[in-house]
T-cell receptor, first 115, second 114 residues
Framework: AQKITQTQPGMFVQEKEAVTLDCTYD???????LFWYKQPSSGEMIFLIY??????QNATEGRYSLNFQKARKSANLVISASQLGDSAMYFC????????????FGPGTSLSVIP | DTEVTQTPKHLVMGMTNKKSLKCEQH?????MYWYKQKAKKPPELMFV???????INESVPSRFSPECPNSSLLNLHLHALQPEDSALYLC?????????????FGPGTRLTVL
């Protein structure tokens, strides 16, 4: 069974608008970390933001924020004021305490920012 | 500084060649990873080294051979590859492993097997 689901294979957003990329996950481990990565067409995976399962507050990093709803097992990425350079693949990932060295990636969402 | 470097950036090889991919980090990280990524797909884990010991091998064919000569270096030796092995190979490192530990990725090597 897929542990990370990203239901939006492709999305479009107007420049300067906000956009939400969905991520739901499945785990029975009470201790886990959630990560978002951006991958432009150049190929490099760029770390964006982290949320721990015990963190009380939603994580924020500049224009990125993570809408963490633990009971729903949801960790959506919100990008505010989209820029053309935000066009990329976005991957949600999870790391469980019991699977120490493994990171599980979702299938990804391709975001295109329109001028 | 969260830099992971990988060389070469691009590699074209024939099915009978032997080549190596190199990955380096100087962040003092003790866990290092090799991933294979096909276009429009998420990265697939191949190998994990933790404190210079191989901790995970995801049933990767023996034509891929990892090596961790020291805590900063990770190599992937390639021999007798198949065309379906053409992909982006990503190296990553993290402090020590664990659910709070962020992986940092290198820019990748784009491999083409003819």
């Amino acid at each position: 069974a897929q542990k990370i689901t990203q239901t939006q294979p492709g999305m479009f957003v107007q420049e300067k608008e906000a956009v939400t990329l969905d991520c739901t996950y499945d785990t029975s481990d009470p201790s886990y970390g959630l990560f978002w990565y951006k991958q432009p067409s150049s190929g490099e995976m760029i770390f964006l933001i982290y949320q721990g399962s015990y963190d009380q507050q939603n994580a924020t990093e500049g224009r990125y924020s993570l809408n963490f709803q633990k009971a729903r097992k949801s960790a959506n990425l919100v990008i505010s004021a989209s820029q053309l350079g935000d066009s990329a693949m976005y991957f949600c990932a999870m790391r469980e305490k019991t699977s120490y060295d493994k990171v599980i990636f979702g299938p990804g969402t391709s975001l295109s920012v329109i001028p | 500084d969260t830099e992971v470097t990988q060389t070469p950036k691009h590699l074209v090889m024939g099915m009978t060649n032997k080549k190596s991919l190199k990955c380096e980090q100087h962040m003092g990280h003790r866990a290092m990873y090799w991933y294979k990524q096909k276009a429009k797909k998420p990265p697939e884990l191949m190998f994990v080294y933790s404190y210079e010991k191989l901790s995970i091998n995801e049933s990767v064919p023996s034509r891929f051979s990892p090596e961790c000569p020291n805590s900063s270096l990770l190599n992937l030796h390639l021999h007798a590859l198949q065309p379906e092995d053409s992909a982006l190979y990503l190296c990553a490192s993290s402090q020590r492993g664990g659910n709070t530990d962020t992986q940092y990725f290198g820019p990748g090597t784009r491999l083409t097997v003819l």
